[in-house]
């Protein structure tokens, strides 16, 4: 085993000369559009045909160790059937989960009924078909299951970010279904992007739900909430944060000891996935804090080696949209990521892509006059993938001149995937949109900090 793990390094090291296009340093000039985007019409996303039909499907991961999916979707007139039922592709045992149902209210809207049910104890690594509804309004879908999880445990993630449902999105959201490589979507916040519209039209829900179904409902998605889930709006009377987020998308916080479904962790594959809620209270005494303060520890690289955080708002970011507002964050847990060796943290929020270098800031103490980051072998590599599509446009104002931790940056939108190879290696690829193809923009081979803390380089 020695011998090949030997020789897929050595094997990696020689791709690192071959493949890709790395960048450092680099602002590009290269600017898709500057002007908004503008929503595609509620009547581009119709309700399937039948009565009650079945819609808005989607799974996400429904345990820690990935043999659970939970089955989220809505149906518009009535409560039942409120069955899944599901079995391998190649087996005609089948067997049903029940789902709860629930449903809420937002000023002048009121919601379908919203089904979650966890089908448990799925096979690794296997493909399922899954069916719902009834009569002439049956659907069915499939999805496979993660492969058992390891430490050489290929498997790829796509990345999106700040989606919305505008022309820009769609281009987007097709170019990264139509990438074969995808297994599973790590998307850090900002979904329907409602609350852009008067008094937060919560139809936009529904249609974002429709929108992405052609994904949502074959692979997992792992959610991270955004600014734009918090639809807190006293203004019209609406006060509780969060609400229509979390009465439509569920994950399982409970499984990672978390108390909120705002913050929490699964391992999928060779991965451990943490995610954050910037929105949520996370100093000093918080749950969040506390939670995340005796996570870390948790992690067995022996058996997770990629340590990925996903959290909506950046901690390095230079870009004038949202400067700084990550810094409190920032400040509270970067410490923490730098001596637990995280390899990577996925952000939104600032609509435009940036890659940084290796560094970190946790020398400043208020009284020692220490404030710039360094280079750190330590510290993370930060992505802000913000840049899907949506209504409110590109970020397009870079601070001048680019610090020294950013490597690479550019105003478009786009998508990005995440190839872990084995315990050492993983390969970036950030996709621009391009006209009608994805456009291979930025990539870079990650060195895992826990098993081969090497200085990346092209």
Sequence with gaps: MVGTMDLLTLLLLLLLNIVGICNGGVTSRYVRKAEPSVDMPLAAFPPPPGFNAPEQVHITQGDHDGRSVIVSWVTPDEKYPNVVTHWEANSKRKQKSHSIIKTYRYFNYSSGYIHHATIKRLKYDTKYFYQLGSGNATRRFHFTTPPKVGPDVPYTFGIIGDLGQTYDSNQTFEHYVSNPKGQAVLFVGDLSYADDHPQHDNRRWDSWGRFVEKSTAYQAWIWVPGNHELDYAPEIGENVPFKPYTHRYHVPYRASQSTSPLWYSIKRASAYIIVLSSYSAYGKYTPQYAWLEKELPKVNRA?????????????????????????????????????????????????????????????????????????????????????????????????????????????????????????????????????????VADSQWLFNRYWYPEEEHC
């Design 303 to 439: 058996e997770t080696p990629w340590l990925i955080v996903l959290l909506h708002s950046p901690w390095y970011n230079s870009n004038s949209y949202h400067y700084m507002e990550g810094e409190s964050m920032r400040v509270a847990f970067e410490s923490w990521f730098v001596q637990h060796k995280v390899d990577l943290v996925v952000a939104g929020h600032v609509h435009s892509y940036e890659r940084t270098n290796r560094f970190s800031n946790v020398q400043y103490n208020i009284t020692n006059g220490i404030s710039a980051p360094v280079k750190d072998p330590s510290a993370p590599v930060y992505l802000t993938i913000g840049d899907g599509g949506n209504i409110e446009g590109l970020a397009d104002r870079f601070t001048e001149p680019q610090p020294s931790y950013s490597a690479y940056r550019e105003a478009s939108f786009g998508h990005a995937m995440l190839e872990i190879k084995n315990r050492t290696h993983a390969h970036f690829t950030w996709h621009r949109n391009h006209d009608n193809e994805a456009v």
